[in-house]
C-alpha cells in the first residue's frame, strides 16, 4: 500500500504544482524584461518552497463523533477515494521505464562522441575540467553529470576565430562552474516523476533556457558593445550546427530560443528593482498564506474531517445475500500516525454476527493521511444492503453495501 499511498499524494499536490508551474513558464515568458533571467532562473526555489509548505505535518487531535462525514456506495458507484492499485503499478512502471531509458541515452551519447583527451590546449580555462575533442559534434559542449568534460569540435581553430572560441569557451565555463549538468539532472528527476502533467515539461523547458540566458548575461557582464555583437553571432552559429540534444545537457536552442536570447542580450541590465520587489512581495504573501492555510485550526474552531485515502469496500457473506439479509455494523478504530487503521472493534450489528467480520477485514485495509498524533475512537457504520433503500441516520459515518 505504499506505492498507493505515494500515488495518491502525488495526484493531490497537481493542482498546486500545475498553478506554480504555469506562473513559473509566463514569467520566463514575459517577465525577463522587466525581471532579468537570473532572477526570475533563482524564482524556481519558490516551487519546491511552496510544497513543503503546502505539507507541512499538523498537530491532529482525536477525531469526536459530532464531525464525521457520510458515504454512500450503490452496485453501480466505486469508492471515489480509493485509485486502484493497477493505475498505481502503472505508473511505477512507466516512470522506472522513463529513467531507464533516460539513462540509456545518456550512456549512448557520451559513447557515441568518441572522445579524444586533448593534451595541448592553447586557450585558458578557469576550470579543471579535462578538454576533449571530437568528430561528432558541430560546437563546444560540456558533457558529464558529476565530472564534467569540455568537448570540442575536432576543427575548433579553423572553425573560429580566437575572439570567438574565448567568448564560447567562456560560456561553457560557466556551465562547469555552476555544475549545470548534475542541476539539470535533478531537475529532469521530478519532470520524469510528473510526466503524465505536460505543464511540467514546459515547465523544464523554460528552465533550460533561462539557464541559458543566465549563463550569457554571466558572460557578457562587463563585455564591450563590439563583444556583445562577436557573442550573439556566435550563439547563431552555434545554434544552426547544433542538433537536438539531450535533456540533461545544455543546448544553444533552436531559432525561437535563439532569438529569445538574443532579445535578452540585447536588453541586459534593463530590470526594474521595483518589478523584482513586488514580485518577491506576492510571492512571499502567497507562501504565507499558504502556510497559514496549513495550520492547525484554533481551539473551539470546527473539528477536522478526515477521509481515507484508501478504502476497500467489504464483501458481502454469501449465505446473506442468499437469504437476502440487510444489516448494519457500527465499528470504532484507531487512526495511526501512519494513516493505519489499529483497534478495530465492533460496537453494535444487527443482526448480530452476521456481517462483522467482513466489516472488520475491510477496515483493518483502509488508509488515511499520515499526521503527527493520529486519530483516537473514530466511529463509522457500515450499512449493508441487498437493495437502494437504506435506513438513514445522523449518529455516525454510513457506508452503504451492496451485494
Request: charged share 15%; with cysteine.
Amino acid at each position: 500500500m505504499d506505492i498507493q499511498t505515494g500515488f495518491n499524494w502525488l495526484i493531490e499536490q497537481q493542482l498546486l504544482l500545475s498553478i506554480l508551474f504555469c506562473g513559473f513558464i509566463l514569467l520566463e515568458r514575459f517577465g525577463l524584461k522587466p525581471l532579468g533571467a537570473r532572477f526570475v532562473y533563482k524564482l524556481a526555489w519558490l516551487m519546491p518552497a511552496a510544497i513543503v509548505i503546502a505539507n507541512l505535518p499538523n498537530t491532529i487531535k482525536p477525531l469526536q463523533n459530532s464531525n464525521i462525514s457520510h458515504y454512500l456506495i450503490t452496485p453501480n458507484q466505486p469508492f471515489t477515494h480509493e485509485m486502484g492499485i493497477s493505475w498505481a503499478l502503472m505508473y511505477v512502471l512507466i516512470t522506472a521505464g522513463l529513467l531507464i531509458a533516460s539513462f540509456i541515452t545518456h550512456t549512448r551519447f557520451v559513447k557515441s562522441l568518441q572522445l579524444t583527451e586533448l593534451t595541448h590546449f592553447n586557450h585558458t580555462l578557469t576550470t579543471s575540467a579535462k578538454t576533449y575533442i571530437s568528430q561528432h559534434v558541430a560546437t563546444p559542449m560540456v558533457v558529464g553529470i558529476f565530472q564534467s568534460k569540455l568537448v570540442l569540435p575536432s576543427d575548433y581553430n579553423t572553425h573560429f576565430d580566437k575572439a570567438t572560441l574565448a567568448l564560447i569557451l567562456e560560456h561553457e565555463n560557466v556551465h562547469i562552474k555552476r555544475k549545470d549538468n548534475l542541476t539539470n539532472a535533478f531537475m529532469l528527476l521530478p519532470t520524469i516523476l510528473l510526466w503524465f502533467n505536460p505543464l511540467a515539461w514546459f515547465c523544464y523547458a523554460s528552465m533550460r533556457r533561462l539557464q541559458e540566458l543566465t549563463c550569457d548575461e554571466r558572460v557578457l557582464a562587463n563585455k564591450t558593445t563590439h563583444q556583445h555583437i562577436l557573442y550573439s553571432k556566435a550563439l547563431v552559429n552555434c545554434a544552426a550546427a547544433t542538433p537536438a540534444g539531450l535533456m540533461a545537457y545544455s543546448h544553444y536552442g533552436d531559432k525561437k530560443t535563439m532569438l529569445q536570447r538574443l532579445t535578452n542580450i540585447k536588453h541586459s541590465g534593463s530590470s526594474s528593482r521595483l518589478a523584482k520587489g513586488g514580485l518577491l512581495l506576492v510571492a512571499a504573501s502567497m507562501l504565507s498564506t499558504l502556510a497559514i492555510a496549513e495550520q492547525p485550526q484554533a481551539e473551539g474552531a470546527k473539528e477536522e474531517h478526515i477521509s481515507p485515502i484508501i478504502r476497500i469496500e467489504p464483501h458481502y457473506p454469501a449465505q446473506a445475500a442468499k437469504q437476502g439479509i440487510s444489516g448494519s455494523v457500527v465499528l470504532k478504530y484507531d487512526i495511526a500516525a501512519n494513516g493505519r487503521t489499529k483497534n478495530i472493534s465492533v460496537i453494535q450489528s444487527k443482526p448480530s454476527d452476521v456481517f462483522d467480520k467482513s466489516a472488520k477485514e475491510a477496515l483493518a485495509k483502509w488508509e488515511y493521511k499520515k499526521s503527527e498524533a493520529g486519530f483516537n475512537d473514530v466511529l463509522v457504520q457500515l450499512d449493508f444492503a441487498i437493495n437502494s433503500e437504506v435506513a438513514h441516520t445522523d449518529l455516525i459515518e454510513r457506508i452503504k453495501v451492496s451485494h
